[in-house]
């Protein structure tokens, strides 16, 4: 593919513009930790330019970079008057110490605040996570047509592949992290699960060892992934299955390249757990470059391909490159792949206030797939959302609306379904968790009631069998709350009442359920 050999060209450019400063390794910051929330509301305010949020997770040095640059920028532009009074004297500065005190270390590191910071280290538990979470009901399976011939409907979705049951669910997990000689890191993050009917069971939720030489990291272990700017869900990739066992190559700060400005990639590879009538135990391979060329323009572009498996490892050279970048499918050959690709793009209009005085700042993106049919992809879906920040200049709310559709019309099932290779990985689609010929309509509003108590806001309407198919709808209304109690705890409750309307009686008829969460976050 042509967009395909222009990137590697760009990625083999990028080595010339190496970062010189802070080459040390460090872990991922998790994708359900309260840093991307608040990383985000200061870039709504101007106070970040470089973040390049299409590819998740940050490494925590990456994190520390952002918070820096807040915190360099803040300090110009503090007493300029361009914030509403409770953004300028409560929420950015509560913001900026919750980072400040999270990512002391590598601030120090990196020379933002004075201190020492040790290159070898172990914080045995640096967290700890307990959740008591509620269903009235199993998820619903409905028919599909393809393979797989059923979709199953996820009341909670987005969190790394946990299935919870009816009734009674409980999960504890705890996060710890080892550093060597700067440049080697470790990281560890079990989970146990005790549900309702099932016998307790550990798991690790991801645990990671990461190698870094010349702003290069090689990472190698169970870790998750999420590209693109959507923040509801991801055309290709997205943490709603279970973490990948993966070994992956980026870079820990971005390139800064000419023009371009600064760029990022990761480049990945894993097995998925596919059984048949799919061919079993398939490669994945996966690579995304992100680049910024203006503070306000936010590009990426994100490939996978999945080949070989059971009875299909004889390939050869070509055959790999075939399966890897070939712009036909080989359908029967041992060549054959499923591949997809995606471009997005996000558009953020900062101080929006001097021209319209509705938001502080607006942000616009968008995500288009395509699946791997011709030499010009075609079968696409699409994402695309908008976003206002600081809503009526209060300081206090945030508006988000984003609207995915994975019902191509010239094939209405051609996303997450393939006759050997669906992008499944423990039965979990990796993907959008809205499924294939699908829609899924979603808006939240969050309000800032205090500093550090937020109230959220949601609907979502899914919608099942878009086109030419039997139709299942879910509708579903929740609201949750977040309490910063201090530095070490937090508190989040969740309620969601979902409509299930099956008017053809395909997945068990017509039901209301009830969901109910607690969750209690404590860090040392």
């Known amino acids: 593919m042509a967009i395909l050999r222009g990137l590697f060209l760009v990625f083999l450019l990028s080595f010339y513009f190496v970062p010189s400063a802070w080459p040390s390794s460090s872990v991922n910051v998790p994708l359900d930790s309260r840093v991307y929330a608040a990383l985000e509301k200061l870039e709504s305010y101007g106070l970040i330019?470089?973040?390049?949020?299409?590819?998740?997770?940050?490494?925590r040095l990456e994190?520390?970079?952002?918070?820096?640059?807040?915190?360099?920028?803040?300090?110009?532009?503090a007493d300029q008057g361009k914030f509403s009074r409770f953004a300028r004297y409560e929420m950015i500065p509560f913001l900026l110490?919750?980072?400040?005190?999270?990512?002391k270390g590598e601030l120090i590191e990196r020379g933002d605040l004075v201190g020492t910071q040790p290159g070898t280290y172990w914080k045995f538990v640096e967290g700890i996570n307990l959740r008591y979470q509620y269903q009235s009901h199993d998820p619903v399976t409905r028919p599909q047509g393809g393979n797989p011939s059923t979709h199953r409907v996820y009341p909670i979705y987005n969190n790394d592949g946990i299935v919870y049951r009816k009734y009674n669910?409980?999960?504890?997990?705890?996060?710890?992290e080892i550093r060597l000689w700067n440049h080697l890191s470790l990281f560890y993050r079990p989970i146990v699960k005790a549900f309702e009917d099932e016998d307790t069971k550990v798991d690790l939720r991801q645990g990671y060892g990461k190698l870094e030489a010349w702003n290069l990291e090689l990472e190698v272990g169970r870790d998750q992934l999420w590209w693109g700017p959507g923040g509801h869900g991801s055309l290709l990739m997205s943490n709603n299955a279970r973490s990948f066992d993966l070994v992956k190559l980026s870079n820990s700060y971005p390139y800064r390249i000419p023009l371009l400005g600064p760029l990022k990639f990761n480049l990945f590879v894993s097995q998925l757990d596919n059984e048949a009538p799919s061919i079993k135990d398939p490669t994945l391979f996966g690579m995304r470059f992100n680049l910024k060329p203006h503070p306000v323009i936010e590009l990426g572009v994100s490939y996978l391909s999945i080949f070989d498996g059971e009875g299909r490892k004889s390939l050869d050279f070509e055959d790999y490159l075939s399966a890897l970048f070939g712009t036909s499918n080989k359908s029967g050959t041992k060549a054959e792949s499923n591949k997809q690709i995606s471009i997005d793009l996000s558009l953020r209009w900062p101080n929006m206030d001097r021209v319209l005085p509705l938001a502080k700042s607006v942000k616009l993106y968008g995500e288009v797939g395509a699946e791997d049919h011709g030499a010009l992809p075609d079968r696409r879906a699409y994402?695309?959302?908008?976003?206002?920040?600081?809503?009526?200049?209060?300081?206090?709310?945030?508006?988000?609306?984003?609207?995915?559709?994975t019902s191509p019309t010239s094939n209405?099932?051609?996303w997450y379904v393939h006759p050997e290779y669906p992008?499944?990985?423990?039965e979990r689609i990796f993907g959008h968790h809205v499924g294939s010929n699908a829609e899924d309509i979603f808006g939240r509003l969050t309000f800032s009631i205090l500093k550090n108590l937020v109230l959220g806001v949601d609907f979502d309407l899914e919608t099942q069998g878009k086109r030419d198919a039997q139709t299942t709808r879910s509708y579903q209304t929740g609201v949750d709350l977040d309490i910063y109690i201090n530095r070490w705890v937090s508190v989040f409750g969740r309620y969601i009442y979902e409509r299930f309307e099956d008017r053809d009686q395909i997945a068990g008829g017509s039901e209301d359920y009830h969901m109910g969460g607690v969750e209690v976050r404590i860090k040392f």
């Not at 330019?49 to 490494?59: E, F, M, V």
């Not at 994190?63 to 532009?77: F, I, K, P, S, Y």
């Not at 669910?169 to 705890?174: E, G, K, Q």
């Not at 994402?383 to 559709?405: N, Q, S, T, W």
């Open 63 to 77: 994190a520390a970079r952002l918070v820096g640059e807040a915190m360099n920028r803040w300090r110009q532009v």
């Open 412 to 414: 209405p099932i051609a």
């Open 49 to 59: 330019d470089s973040a390049l949020a299409g590819t998740k997770p940050y490494s």
């Open 423 to 426: 992008p499944l990985f423990h």
């Open 97 to 103: 110490q919750e980072l400040e005190e999270e990512f």
């Open 383 to 405: 994402i695309v959302g908008l976003g206002f920040y600081d809503l009526f200049l209060l300081g206090r709310m945030d508006f988000k609306a984003e609207y995915a559709c």
């Open 169 to 176: 669910n409980f999960t504890a997990d705890l996060q710890g």
